[in-house]
């Protein structure tokens, strides 16, 4: 798994509840250095936000979607957002933070 964010205690609150159902997470802060990992490490699952540093994750949803197509794509975001990009990506799950740990366990079931 890859967790993309650069709101540093929201990624180790996420990686701390995905470590305890076994799975390896990787971090990274900057959308580059995220890009990057996921190149490297192909992950099953990667959750991507939107507002970072160095660019607006969400733009890279059809290069992801079509170029890692075994990759379950999250997006992130504090702010509200348009479901036009769920139409378009359907596979693309949509998380508002805060999350909702129920909503995680659900998520971790159907996967």
């Not at 180790?12 to 997470?25: A, D, G, I, Q």
């Not at 975001?77 to 909702?100: C, G, H, M, R």
Request: charged share 20%; net charge negative; hydrophobic share 35%.
């Amino acid at each position: 798994m890859l967790i993309i964010d650069d709101e540093t205690d929201f990624c180790l609150l996420l990686k701390n509840y995905f470590t305890r159902r076994n799975y390896e997470v990787h971090i990274s802060h900057t959308l580059k250095d995220g890009m990057s990992t996921l190149a490297h490490i192909h992950p099953d699952i990667l959750f991507l936000d939107n507002n970072l540093p160095d660019g607006l994750g969400w733009e890279k949803t059809e290069f992801i979607t079509q170029n890692f197509s075994n990759t379950q794509l999250n997006l992130i975001s504090a702010y509200q957002y348009s479901s036009t990009l769920t139409e378009q990506f359907p596979t693309v799950k949509i998380w508002e933070k805060p999350i909702n740990i129920s909503d995680l366990n659900s998520y971790l079931q159907l996967s």
